[in-house]
């Protein structure tokens, strides 16, 4: 099942990837977790993504498309895969048919902007895992601590109140064209994303399975 999910920033989708990653016994991957591991990995490409990012620039949809090729690549990815924050325009909806032929299912997660707001204020991420929690609706064991590592929790520049409402915006322009996009090849899924985590990955199993 080669999956695709797309939804607002704060929507969840991190967090229902690595969900439905486990249930579906396929890989979740994420392209800011694949360009972070280049910037890790102190890679050529990973020193050019960086000079990318600190100059405030996106990295061109060239270098991602490129990395996701080589991700699909591997042998975990040949039973499907769970795509999370690709693509996030149209150029890199049509462009994604090149690497992968057409998606299975499209799953669009469909959120309140209020209720955006209030998750992305509270979210918390661990720096050095990758592990994501909520102050609120998904706490660490121990506050401020990642429960996988140890490494103390962060709160994201992006994740402020007026940093939410201006990315939400920039969604509303670049992203919502891409639900229309695939709506009309028949392949979009629409699920709420409103209440709890449990509910939506209940939800999300659901619509996966009989559609």
Do not use: W
């Amino acid at each position: 099942m080669k999956l695709i999910l797309i939804g607002c920033p704060g929507a969840g989708k991190g967090t229902q990837a690595k969900r439905l990653s486990k249930h579906f016994n396929i890989p979740h991957i994420s392209t800011g977790d694949l360009l972070r591991e280049q910037i890790e990995l102190k890679t050529e490409l990973g020193k050019k993504i960086t000079n990318i990012m600190d100059s405030g620039q996106l990295v061109p949809d060239e270098i991602v498309s490129n990395i996701l090729s080589e991700r699909l690549k591997r042998d975990d990815c040949k039973k499907g895969y769970i795509l999370d924050g690709y693509p996030r325009n149209l150029r890199q909806a049509e462009g994604l048919s090149d690497i992968i032929g057409e998606a299975d299912k499209v799953i669009f997660i469909e959120v309140n902007e209020d209720v955006i707001v209030e998750r992305m204020s509270g979210r918390r991420d661990c720096p050095k895992c990758g592990q994501m929690y909520h102050i609120k609706h998904n706490p660490s064991k121990v506050s401020g601590v990642c429960d996988e590592c140890g490494s103390a929790l962060i709160q994201r520049k992006d994740d402020e109140e007026d940093t939410v409402k201006n990315r939400l915006r920039v969604y509303h322009e670049t992203t919502m064209p891409i639900i229309n996009y695939y709506d009309k090849k028949g392949i979009l899924f629409r699920v709420s994303g409103n209440g709890d985590i449990e509910e939506i990955t209940s939800c999300l199993i659901k619509t996966l399975e009989e559609a």
